[in-house]
């Protein structure tokens, strides 16, 4: 049996519609080339042909606001069905992936699939609105809902999510990415919080010609994110500790893309949640926080965003 995955894109800079529908179903070397998305065309290109597709699983139906695009999408990823209207799906397809990172339409659109019951994956970050968020949790529970940011499964953070990196006990850890805190902030949230464990407790925004804040924890650590902006490309972690520090500059966003997936299509096929319902609000509500933080400019805590 084939699960059947309906792909829905796109929002602006925002490539992965292209690079989720190729690590499943493979791509066309024509069609990913004209697709306008060279820098994913070049990562796809040195892979090997055994990375891409999981057995019984491809993605069949894609959507976007622009027949255009959609045409572009299924040329590239070798998609059979562009649809005029994601209402096809339910019916057509066993699962959606919402690849759009404009979190402000993110409930409405996954709204009729999982009261269909249909298991959804919506792109990071979730959302940024309380009581959207509230009206997500219980699809999430039920194993019908995932959301995060492919930096959680990182392999660059593979040392450190084992626990093999000698630390003693953690003293700061900086995030620093591109581009703003509403929709990139989510990576580092994701990547820290999923491979050390720290409880967040407030937020500090900072003055900055950027957006940049201070994370306080219950252990006494601080996490320091820094959203840069229009920069060149970065995505790094440094953590420091009393007896070790560990630094890396995340880079392979094909496996973590890969890993992503793979953990979705396990929620598709067990109902089981692949994150925890704790573990996946805990980035959410320092972002929800931090959004607050550099607003009103004062310190939040976390228990004000209350789920």
Not at 109 to 133: T, W, Y
């Amino acid at each position: 049996m084939v699960i059947r995955v309906g792909m829905i894109g796109l929002s602006e800079g925002n490539g992965h519609p292209f690079s989720f529908s190729a690590i499943i179903n493979g791509f066309d070397e024509i069609g990913m080339a004209e697709s306008g998305w060279p820098g994913i065309h070049t990562y796809l290109k040195r892979r090997h042909p055994s990375e891409f597709g999981y057995p019984g699983v491809s993605v069949t139906h894609a959507w976007t606001q622009d027949a255009d695009q959609t045409k572009a999408l299924c040329d590239a990823c070798r998609i059979t069905n562009p649809v005029d209207d994601p209402a096809e799906f339910p019916g057509a397809v066993d699962a959606v992936i919402i690849a759009r990172d404009d979190h402000e339409r993110h409930w409405e659109m996954a709204q009729p699939f999982l009261e269909a019951g249909l298991p959804v994956f919506v792109d990071k970050p979730l959302s940024l609105d309380v009581d959207e968020l509230r009206r997500f949790l219980p699809y999430a529970t039920q194993g019908l809902l995932m959301s995060c940011s492919g930096m959680r499964y990182a392999r660059e953070l593979d040392e450190l999510r084992a626990g093999e990196v000698e630390l003693g006990e953690t003293c700061l850890v900086r995030g620093v990415t591109v581009k703003g805190w509403d929709k990139y902030a989510i990576h580092m949230l994701d990547g820290i919080f999923g491979a050390l464990e720290l409880e967040p407790v407030s937020v500090t925004a900072h003055e900055a010609d950027h957006e940049s804040v201070a994370v306080a924890t219950r252990s006494g650590a601080v996490v320091q994110i820094d959203a840069l902006g229009e920069v060149i490309p970065v995505f790094q972690i440094d953590v420091f500790g009393t007896q070790g520090r560990f630094s890396c500059e995340v880079r392979d966003n094909f496996v973590m893309f890969r890993r992503t997936l793979w953990h979705f299509i396990q929620m598709v096929e067990t109902g089981k949640p692949q994150v925890p319902e704790k573990e996946m609000l805990r980035p959410l509500t320092t972002l929800l926080a931090g959004d607050i933080a550099m607003r009103e400019k004062r310190r939040v805590e976390i228990s004000e965003v209350r789920l």
